[in-house]
């Protein structure tokens, strides 16, 4: 769904109306009145106190927190009780975005320490910011209130390594190659292990993208939202943030 946002402040019962009414489908029709179809205060009275009270640096700790229980071997394992489960399917308002790799070594929910409801994740190989993955993120801030959108990259990435390799791929797999070149092209002259460096610079990219989204914007312009990159250690499991 492609939306243009001339004024980005729309509210979640035009949102509604906006999806039923151009995209026609049961299905999509389905998912967005599950979350906008009440009145707010009722989703506020719905959701935890944490999600509906936390900011954006406070969501930020929350993941940061989580991966240090990971690394530590102190996992918690919040909120992935029957209760919850029964809480959660009510409606969502997770406090966090992550767009990251479909590689299978970093799911989100156990490297941060999370549970069913916490987070809204999109993963594609490369943890590149396509126009779907931003609608995605765009609908997870703007409508479901997420406060932090974190662009998880990791270590020894295959979708960076092909890039910097120049491979040649059949299918539509190129068309993740494309969307990494900015990213190696940028980072090919600094010291150090390229692939690292590269995959680094791609998160950096898709950040900068993110941030093009006038809808993104203009939460992160009124303190609701920060888009941040990170860097997962195969080795170690630690997420390191990138600037």
Excluded: W
């Excluded at 990213?183 to 090919?188: A, I, M, Q």
């Excluded at 690292?196 to 303190?223: D, H, R, W, Y």
């Amino acid at each position: 769904m492609s939306v243009q946002h001339p004024q980005i402040n729309v509210s979640r019962r035009n949102l509604l109306k906006f999806g039923a009414g151009a995209i026609g489908t049961g299905v999509v029709t389905v998912g967005l009145a599950s979350n906008l179809v009440a009145p707010e205060k009722s989703l506020a009275q719905e959701s935890p106190a944490k999600e509906d009270d936390i900011t954006p640096d406070k969501a930020l700790q929350e993941l940061l927190d989580g991966n240090d229980r990971f690394v530590k071997s102190k996992r918690k394992n919040p909120h992935q009780s029957y209760s919850r489960l029964a809480e959660v399917a009510k409606g969502q308002k997770p406090f966090a975005s992550i767009l990251g790799c479909a590689d299978s070594r970093v799911p989100s929910e156990i490297v941060f320490d999370q549970g069913l409801g916490d987070l809204f994740v999109c993963r594609i190989a490369g943890n590149i910011a396509t126009s779907e993955e931003i609608g995605s993120l765009e609908f997870g801030s703007l409508v479901l209130g997420s406060k932090v959108i974190l662009v998880l990259g990791h270590e020894r990435c295959g979708a960076v390594d092909a890039t910097i390799k120049g491979a040649q791929v059949p299918g539509r797999i190129g068309s993740l190659i494309e969307a990494i070149r900015l990213g190696v092209e940028r980072s090919k002259d600094k010291p150090g292990d390229r692939l690292e460096n590269a995959a680094k610079a791609n998160i950096l990219v898709q950040v900068e993208t993110l941030k093009s989204s006038s809808v993104l914007s203009e939460l992160i312009n009124g303190g609701k939202l920060k888009i941040v990159g990170g860097y997962y250690d195969l080795d170690t499991g630690k997420v390191s943030l990138v600037s």
